[in-house]
């Protein structure tokens, strides 16, 4: 079992910046593989960034350039840092993990390639 605890999220005025933490504890084994989706009202939960074992990330186009996502495996964290946040940035923010490794955990992007998921932080961008 892996479990997962978000923190961070608050409300910032559009062009402001946000970090994301995620606390992770449990089978090692089972978390190669973590991400940070959203799930904005009326839309679909889709994934921001993720980053397997060795360190290589992948991001959405809408947050590419803006979003970076870090892990510091000493402490078992994983963060996001959020800059330059528009609007359309807001939403529930939830770390989630598999035991995915390279290009799977890259390449695979659908909420359910994912096992764990932690309870959500709100961000919210006004303008």
């Known amino acids: 079992q892996v479990r997962l605890v978000e923190s961070g999220g608050g409300s910032v005025q559009a062009g402001g910046s946000l970090r994301l933490s995620c606390a992770v504890s449990g089978d090692t084994d089972s978390n190669y593989c973590r991400a940070w989706f959203r799930h904005a009202p009326g839309k679909e939960r889709e994934r921001v960034a993720a980053i397997d074992s060795d360190g290589s990330t992948t991001y959405a186009i809408s947050v590419k350039g803006r979003f970076t996502i870090s892990q510091d495996n000493s402490e078992n964290t994983l963060d996001l840092e959020m800059s330059s946040l528009k609007p359309q940035d807001t939403a529930m923010y939830y770390c989630?993990?598999?035991?995915?490794?390279?290009?799977?955990?890259?390449?695979?992007?659908?909420?359910?390639?994912?096992?764990?998921w932690g309870q959500g932080t709100q961000v919210t961008v006004s303008s």
């Open positions: 989630a993990a598999n035991s995915y490794k390279g290009w799977l955990c890259r390449s695979l992007a659908g909420m359910t390639q994912y096992n764990y």
